[in-house]
T-cell receptor
């Protein structure tokens, strides 16, 4: 069974600085997707960034980028120029490509605080 | 509406009671998902609908949990004989088609006293 591990329950960053959130996963599949979701106090899960496992190039979305290391099964999120609005819970998630269900497997999350 | 709507936002019920949680997906989205998020955890998959049928209900914890989507749009998650361990945030998500990005609602926080 696939698992997702986030070993940092809480992180803190100064406004305008850079922070990296860690995620590791375990799977025997070769084709899959990885995601980072943001969950603010509103509880809505918001997609931040997505990575297809077959792509060697790391995904980037504005201030958000990932470091995808397939052999090490590592998928970290880097937030550059942190803003107060980035404060939230961040979840790493895994999805089997070609599976019968669009079933996301989530980690336990990292609570990010942004200090002014 | 523009997004996935879930009602009620919060629900408090007594142990042993029956509850219904409603999800109104984005118009035109054929796939609908229910997840449960316990305190301090990530969301856990419960059930997936493709149209009106439950394509995968492997995440439902036991037979007290049941979900329907009779017309392929609105879905209702039903919990019978609620237990304190059912207390959690129940999240609904929809997607345009299989393997399209999921859009989540704001969830229903269920508290069983």
């Amino acid at each position: 069974a696939q698992t997702v591990t986030q070993s940092q329950p809480e992180m803190s960053v100064q406004e305008a600085e850079t922070v990296t959130l860690s995620c590791t996963y375990d799977t025997s599949e070769s084709d899959y997707y990885l995601f980072w979701y943001k969950q603010p106090p509103s509880r809505q899960m918001i997609l931040v960034i997505r990575q297809e496992a077959y792509k060697q190039q790391n995904a980037t979305e504005n201030r958000f980028s990932v470091n995808f290391q397939k052999a090490a099964k590592s998928f970290s999120l880097k937030i550059s120029d942190s803003q107060l609005g980035d404060a939230a819970m961040y979840f790493c998630a895994y999805l089997n490509y070609g599976g019968a269900t669009n079933k996301l497997i989530f980690g336990t999350g990292t609570l990010l605080a942004v200090q002014p | 509406g523009a997004g996935v709507s879930q009602t009620p936002s919060n629900k408090v019920t007594e142990k042993g009671k029956y509850v219904e949680l409603r999800c109104d997906p984005i118009s035109g989205h054929t796939a609908l998902y229910w997840y449960r998020q316990s305190l301090g955890q990530g969301p856990e998959f419960l059930i997936y609908f493709q149209g009106t049928g439950a394509a995968d209900d492997s995440g439902l914890p036991n037979d007290r949990f049941f979900a329907v989507r009779p017309e392929g749009s609105v879905s209702t998650l039903k919990i019978q004989r609620t237990e304190r361990g059912d207390s959690a945030v129940y999240l609904c998500a929809s997607s345009l088609a299989f393997n399209s990005p999921l859009h989540f609602g704001n969830g229903t926080r269920l508290t069983v006293t």
